[in-house]
């Protein structure tokens, strides 16, 4: 499975920032295009709403400097290969839920940030299919709790 973003921004006004683009997905005998589209709003000193579907879809408020916590609503979707040595060989599986997010950013310097998050996905659909990505089968699953840290050092 390949995978392109294409991401645009303008600034429309002081306040106001629009986002469009592409995620284009190619490969596992399917192709698809998604259209990125929405806003980040900054109406405040320490406030931020980004609106932007299906990437960036947040409230933020930043403390101090270096502290910002979030809250998100995500969207989750994978779509694999089956190995060739299990029981439906070189098919596919897919699966998409959504959930929400808290976080907590912790960004020191300009070149390095933290992040600390715990969430819930909400309910799922797995979705497994043959080679042709033919006679799909659904499997339904419960949500659950998630959480974890992420660091990014930029050079």
Known sequence: LYQGVLWGKYDFCKYVELDFGLIIEVGLNKEKIWPI?????????????????????????EWSKCLTAAGSIRFFRNRHRVQAEEPHSQGSFEYHTSGGELDLIYTPWKWMMVKGFAGQAFDGDLKMTDRNDHN????KFKGSFYAGASAVMSF
């Open 37 to 61: 589209l929405g806003f980040i709003y900054t109406p405040c000193s320490g406030w931020r709403i980004n609106a932007v579907y299906p990437i960036n879809i947040a409230v933020e408020y």
């Open 136 to 139: 799909a089968r659904h499997y």
